[in-house]
């Protein structure tokens, strides 16, 4: 009964939760009951919202996600981008603390919370496999904060855009799920400085658009502007 409190206790903090490779439907090798129902999002689609029960458990096969609250004032805070291989949707309560909605196109599986939790009681692997995510995603809440509490613009997007590139293979070149105005709202910028941000990293060829959203990265480059 610790691990079915304890897992999604941690797992709530993500902002960015890397989970386990897929091995078709299933979510954990090893554990063949937890299959996954494919379901598809069109653009801008919500997955779930605010409030809503949290009985189930989502994973992205393709496309991303982001989860957001509105905060009172009506401003709009995104607390996560989830990309493909990522787990969300995992609550320590019973209902969602954020609302998600698809980026763009998007498939998932979906995951009955509680057959994941029972599975967790009964299998030490697949107890391990979610403390591992849940110390992963706050690993990532850690650095999030310390992101929005101590850094720059410039440090900020920088940074954004190195993670992003790593999680998405670490090629270098990539096209962002994105909008401007999604990167602003999860970096607490406006929209106007991530804007003139890019424009400015640009400059210094620590970054080249190819038209859209995809970029390249000259990561050493990067580094070396944030670190001056």
Known sequence: MATEITLPALSHMTGIMPAPASNGG?????CPELIGTPSAYSREEEV????????????????AVRTHKVL????????????PGDLFGLEQGETHRHTAEALSDTKVLIFRRRGIERAAARSADVACHLWDMAASGLRHAQDHMLLLGRRSAMERVATFLMDVDERLGGTGTFTLPMTRRDIADYLGLTIETVSRTLSLLEENNALLRAGGRQVSL????LRRLIED
């Open 26 to 30: 299933v979510l954990f090798a090893g």
């Open 48 to 63: 779930y919202g605010e409030g809503e029960d949290a009985e189930f458990v989502y994973k992205v096969v393709q496309g």
């Open 72 to 83: 009172s004032d009506g401003r709009r805070q995104i607390t996560g981008f989830h990309l």
């Open 218 to 221: 000259r990561r050493a480059r």
